[in-house]
């Protein structure tokens, strides 16, 4: 469960915050075996590097899959995830004036072998990102499923694979 007051002190204070259980067990879930069921049925499009139009497929930079998200999805467990991450944006704009407007979002699969090389996640010529949030979906163990969200402020390198170590 997010703190807000929490959320908007560490990312004045440390560049980031961590939250577990950042959706109910059950939305979490949901998502999961949402990520999983588009996997399945092929809606996942291999990773691009650059920006709109210019991006490009680059197996030595990235090998990662990825599903957009639609705002307007009728499927509860996507509502429930873009109310969260409203709530946190709404929080941030309030306590630290980031004039945060939008965002978007997508699923990322990481096959075996699959990786995303060490990046700023900010294009050169665009400053418009303030903050990177990740949320994790994966299971440890049969009954576990290890949901954590982590939030960052943006000029950070992000560690796509790891939840250990953001950089601020």
């Not at 998502?31 to 590097?49: C, D, F, S, V």
Request: glycine share 4%; proline share 3%; net charge neutral.
């Amino acid at each position: 469960m997010i703190c807000h007051t929490q959320l908007a002190d560490d990312i004045h204070r440390q560049g980031f915050y961590l939250v577990d259980d950042f959706l109910d067990s059950n939305q979490a879930n949901d998502l999961r075996i949402l990520a999983q069921q588009l996997a399945e049925t092929g809606h996942y499009q291999h990773g691009k590097i650059g920006s709109q139009v210019q991006s490009v497929s680059d197996l030595s930079i990235r090998r990662d899959q990825r599903h957009w998200l639609d705002e307007a999805s009728d499927v509860p467990a996507v509502s429930h995830y873009f109310a969260a991450m409203k709530a946190v944006s709404n929080t941030l704009n309030e306590q630290l004036f980031l004039g945060l407007t939008d965002f978007e979002t997508h699923f990322a699969l990481y096959p075996p072998g699959a990786f995303y090389k060490k990046h700023v996640d900010q294009f050169h010529n665009k400053k418009d990102r303030r903050i990177s949030c990740v949320y994790y979906l994966n299971r440890i163990g049969r009954n576990r499923l290890a949901a954590s969200c982590v939030c960052m402020i943006m000029m950070t390198i992000c560690w796509p694979m790891s939840c250990q170590s953001p950089i601020a």
